[in-house]
T-cell receptor, first 115, second 113 residues
Framework: EAGVTQFPSHSVIEKGQTVTLRCDPISGHDNLYWYRRVMGKEIKFLLHFVKESKQDESGMPNNRFLAERTGGTYSTLKVQPAELEDSGVYFC?????????????FGSGTRLTVV | GNSVTQMEGPVTLSEEAFLTINCTYTATGYPSLFWYVQYPGEGLQLLLKATKADDKGSNKGFEATYRKETTSFHLEKGSVQVSDSAVYFCALPTYNQGGKLIFGQGTELSVKP
C-alpha cells in the first residue's frame, strides 16, 4: 500500500508570506496527526483529525495556523502569515485506530524555512 | 504530565562501536514505550517497542528494556554500522488523549567507517 505522502518536501518562504503544507494519509485511515520539530528539539504534537473532524487541536501554536481535512481524505496545514519561529520540520502521520499506536505511519516530513 | 527526556546529540561513533542512547520518562501509569528512527530523507519509522515493565524490545540489532524502577528505556546496540546513521527518538503514547505521541528531543547518530 502507498505510504503517507507529504509535499512539498522543502519550502523556503519569506516572513509574512503564506505557506500550505499537504498530507495524503494512507487510504482508509480515519486518523490523521500533525507534528512539528523545531530547531532540533523534540517532535511536538499539533493536532489530530478523526475523518474530517478536529479531535484535538491543543498543540496548535496560535491562530496563524489553520488545518483542514476536507472530506476526511487529505489534510492541509496553512501558516499565514509565517514567522521566523515557524521554521522546522512538519510531520504527518495516519492510523486506522487512534489508540493503536503501533499502526501509525509517518510521512517524510516537510522542511519549512522562513527567512 | 507525561514527558520524555533523551540524551542530546550529536553522537559520533566509529563502525562496530557500542551505542547507548539514554531515555527517561515521566508518566501516569505504565504506558508502552517506543523508539522511532528517521533515516536521511525518510519518514519516522517505529524501531522497537515495549509494552510493560521489564519487557525488552528489539529490532535490527537494537535493544531497549523498559525499566520501571529507573523510569528508563535506553537504546543499545552492540556494534553499529554506517547504515545506522540517523536520528533516534524516544516516545510514549497518551492513550487517554487520542493516542498522540510524546517525543524526546531526538539524538542524531553519525557512524564513521
Amino acid at each position: 500500500e502507498a505510504g503517507v505522502t507529504q509535499f512539498p518536501s522543502h519550502s523556503v518562504i519569506e516572513k509574512g508570506q503564506t505557506v500550505t503544507l499537504r498530507c495524503d494519509p494512507i487510504s482508509g485511515h480515519d486518523n490523521l496527526y500533525w507534528y512539528r520539530r523545531v530547531m532540533g528539539k523534540e517532535i511536538k504534537f499539533l493536532l489530530h483529525f478523526v475523518k474530517e473532524s478536529k479531535q484535538d487541536e491543543s498543540g496548535m501554536p496560535n491562530n496563524r495556523f489553520l488545518a483542514e481535512r476536507t472530506g476526511g481524505t487529505y489534510s492541509t496545514l496553512k501558516v499565514q502569515p509565517a514567522e521566523l519561529e515557524d521554521s522546522g520540520v512538519y510531520f504527518c502521520a495516519s492510523s486506522q485506530t487512534g489508540l493503536d499506536v503501533y499502526g501509525y505511519t509517518f510521512g517524510s516530513g516537510t522542511r519549512l524555512t522562513v527567512v | 504530565g507525561n514527558s520524555v527526556t533523551q540524551m542530546e546529540g550529536p553522537v559520533t561513533l566509529s563502525e562496530e562501536a557500542f551505542l547507548t542512547i539514554n531515555c527517561t520518562y515521566t508518566a501516569t501509569g505504565y504506558p508502552s514505550l517506543f523508539w522511532y528512527v528517521q533515516y536521511p530523507g525518510e519518514g519516522l519509522q517505529l524501531l522497537l517497542k515495549a509494552t510493560k515493565a521489564d519487557d525488552k524490545g528489539s529490532n535490527k540489532g537494537f535493544e531497549a528494556t523498559y525499566r520501571k524502577e529507573t523510569t528508563s528505556f535506553h537504546l543499545e546496540k552492540g556494534s553499529v554500522q554506517v547504515s545506522d546513521s540517523a536520528v533516534y527518538f524516544c516516545a510514549l503514547p497518551t492513550y487517554n488523549q487520542g493516542g498522540k505521541l510524546i517525543f524526546g528531543q531526538g539524538t542524531e547518530l553519525s557512524v564513521k567507517p
